[in-house]
């Protein structure tokens, strides 16, 4: 009996020696990403991405995919529990939630690591305006995602347009308004403009596009005000209205769900969208490997769009960024500087390129030309495969990807003449963005009723484009946003903006 | 109230007495009470103690600060509810699709169990009774998706109300309809479902009851009305009163499958707000509050209804 306890004794001695031996052993980051891939799962036994990244920052990463579709909800609910993970990207920057939980002291307030150039560089290099934008009471809690400013814009078939008798570059509002009825009067069930119950980022690009400001102003006085007070917003809601009265746009536009947006496209049925501009370049591959006898570019992006007055102002789709990496505490203090450490190589060019890309020879080729290999252009066997490698391996890790240092993603892709339209376009585009100069500023009235306010604006934009109310109708809807709470929030705004300029 | 405050206490006796009565008749009845426990424990775990979490209504709630370390505001969500200009909107839509629902919805699934109750064949109606049941076990999210292909714009009721009329409803897209769908859609799924009880209750008529009727040459309708609707009358009441428990409650996941920027006015109900604050915009406590609200005015309409029963002479409740 004695020697049977002594037996069991040194076995739990030595079971005890084995999980203290664990210095070498990674330390386990989990985090919550959001997930676009649907259609493949993620693998993370034996994962050539992940090894790789352990390798490099001896961080092993154990990430929760949340749909990207109602991300937002999960995320909310995910708060709820006081077991957080680790990392969290919070796609909305700006939520009531998140910033009450950072005054609550939920995540480590990063403003010193940013700040600490010498030990972690790659942070340092980061926009201080963009830091400040996702500030909250002045100190940094996440690491923001970059995003390129003027991703928003208009694309359209080139080809369908010149059978319908417009041939050349569509540079004013009046040219595309010439391309738009040309493209009205292609057919009778086909439209011009490609429509969806997502309406927000048509009507943006449309009426900046005439002059209104990007959500809310600043007029000649300094005052903030909503953008629907502006002239150029129902110049902009017009332009709509006149389009979908000469049948150019689908009557049901408001009840077509935004999944059949790009079949839409895909299927003929429209010809011209506003929206993600970097989707043109996407159309058009889909269209060069599934449709026979398409070679040439049939997607044509239009660049900076001039008002009759020559001036132009473009809607940027977002605000440089698209939410942030916060770091909870459920990362122990002694740990911190090893996460810190990871979250800095992330930002470096090897991390950059390993959260975008994985790992060569498992998730992306490289060619003899020394040139990523476009995997689309492969047979189909083999795209396939590799397809597959990289959903399985790499999935949507570059959701991770902060990039705060622009480094380029290496290696390369020889870029198609779309895609290279597209890089073009961001560099030239960008001085015209219009930003919401209340973006970083918070309205206790927004916080309270944003979610019943907005769709006020919103939904009567939708019903005037589409003829059930006429201008009094808008108007009168305008009046009942303002009553509900859109005057107060206009005054709070108004009293932070000019707190933040004095500062 | 005196009256029946008076039966208490001539059954269980008052004050000390009462308790002492109740030791006496736990004891005797020891193991009834034992097999009660389980249900006990069960109710105090999971409904009781949950509850505390109410205070949240209370607080400005972080999760990470917990329930004990957030912020007390008092009646601060509640004040802002009201200083929302809107929130009468909300209300109202809210009462509307109950009222709609009340009227139109809860006399089916009773016309329906009194339809199935004259059938002769009892094979054939067992079949029937089986097959209304099934659209109550199919996800609302399927119904809207059928109601989407049948009554949107390229569907075929769309089409041919087009023909019929000549010109097209906008069913799917606009405030007015968007009710009537809602509660179509209610009645299509639930009236099957709902005939359970009245059945059941059906099944305990004395069969005597209508031979007497007929032998005194009562007709199919003079039996309907004067056996088989009183005999479930006290289901239909007690029926009626649970229903008024949730006047306020509409439901979200369908209102928010169905609305549209069209119709999206009509979908705006208490339920959806509680939505909107607590998991669209995370303000946990915002939603709590509402929620809160909502219960203390079902249990009030749950209390007086029962009362208005019992003056009217009916069983109730309890």
Known sequence: ?503 | MTTRAAERRAIHGSGRNYWRRLGNEVRRDKWLYVLLLPGLIYFIVFKYLPMFGIVIAFENYVPFSGVIGSEWVGFKWFNSFFRFPAWLTYLKNTLILSLMNIVFFFPAPIILALLLNEMRRQRYKKLLQTMLYVPHFISIVIVVSITFVMFGPSGIVYKATQNVLGHSINYMGSPDTFRWMIIGQTIWKETGWGTIIFLAALTNVDTQLYEAAMVDGAGRLRRLWHITLPAIRSTIVLMLILRMGSVLDTGYDHLILMANPLNRSASQTLDVFVYQQGIQQGQFSYASAIGLMKSIVSVTLVLTSNKIAHLLGEQGLY
């Open chain 1, 1 to 503: 009996m004695k020697k049977l306890v002594s037996v069991l004794l040194a076995l739990l001695l030595a079971i005890g020696m084995m999980s203290f031996a664990s210095a070498d052993e990674p330390l386990v980051v989990s985090v919550l990403l959001p997930e676009f891939t649907m259609d493949v799962d993620f693998v993370a036994e034996n994962n050539p991405v992940l090894d790789a990244i352990e390798q490099a920052t001896g961080v092993r990463l154990q990430i929760t995919w949340a749909p990207n579709e109602n991300y937002g909800d999960i995320l909310n609910t995910t708060m709820a529990d006081k077991d957080l993970p680790m990392l969290i990207a919070a796609t909305d920057a700006r939520s009531p939630l998140i910033i009450n939980s950072a005054r609550a002291g939920a995540f480590w307030d990063l403003t010193d690591y940013v700040n600490d150039a010498a030990n972690y560089p790659n942070l340092a290099l980061g926009d201080p305006q963009i830091y400040n934008n996702i500030s909250v009471d002045g100190r940094i809690y996440g690491i923001y995602r970059t995003r390129n400013y003027p991703r928003g814009g208009a694309y359209y078939r080139s080809d369908i347009a010149k059978q319908a008798g417009f041939d050349k570059e569509v540079k004013t509002i009046d040219d595309l308004t010439e391309l738009a009825e040309a493209l009205a009067k292609v057919s009778e069930d086909t439209y011009a403009l490609n429509m969806c119950s997502y309406t927000a980022g048509t009507i943006s690009f449309i009426t900046v596009a005439f002059g209104a400001p990007n959500n809310w102003g600043v007029d000649e006085n300094g005052n903030i005000y909503p953008a629907h007070l502006s002239p150029a917003y129902l110049e902009g809601l017009n332009w709509l209205r006149h389009l979908y009265e000469i049948g150019g746009i689908d009557p049901n536009f408001a009840q077509i769900s935004t999944n059949d947006w790009n079949d839409i496209e895909r299927t003929g049925k429209a010809f011209m969208r506003f929206d993600c501009l970097d989707n043109a370049y996407r159309q058009q591959e889909w269209f060069e490997s599934n449709v026979e006898g398409v070679t040439e570019t049939i997607w044509a992006q239009v660049g900076p769009l001039a008002k009759a007055d020559g001036s132009i102002t473009i809607w940027p789709q977002n605000p440089g960024f698209s939410g942030e990496i916060l770091v909870t505490k459920s990362v122990k203090e002694e740990d911190m500087e090893k996460v810190m450490k990871f979250i800095d190589w992330c930002n470096s060019d090897a991390g950059i390129s390993l959260l975008n890309l994985g790992v060569e020879n498992a998730t992306y080729w490289v060619g003899e030309d020394g040139y990523r290999i476009d995997i689309s252009k492969l047979p189909e066997d083999e795209y396939n495969e590799k397809s597959n490698a990289g959903k399985q391996y790499l999935h949507d890790l570059n959701q991770l990807n902060m990039g705060v240092s622009y480094h380029a993603v290496e290696p390369a892709m020889k870029l198609s003449e779309s895609r290279q339209r597209f890089a073009d376009l961001n560099v030239e585009l960008a001085p015209y963005a219009v930003l919401d100069p209340c973006y970083p500023l918070v309205s206790q009235t927004n916080v309270d009723y944003g979610a019943q306010l907005s769709p006020i604006i919103a939904d009567a934009a939708v019903q005037y484009i589409a003829g059930i109310i006429d201008e009094d109708g808008l108007r009168a809807a305008w009046a009942d946003w303002a009553a509900q709470g859109g005057d107060a929030m206009t005054q709070e705004y108004n009293e932070a903006y000019h707190a933040s300029l004095g500062k």
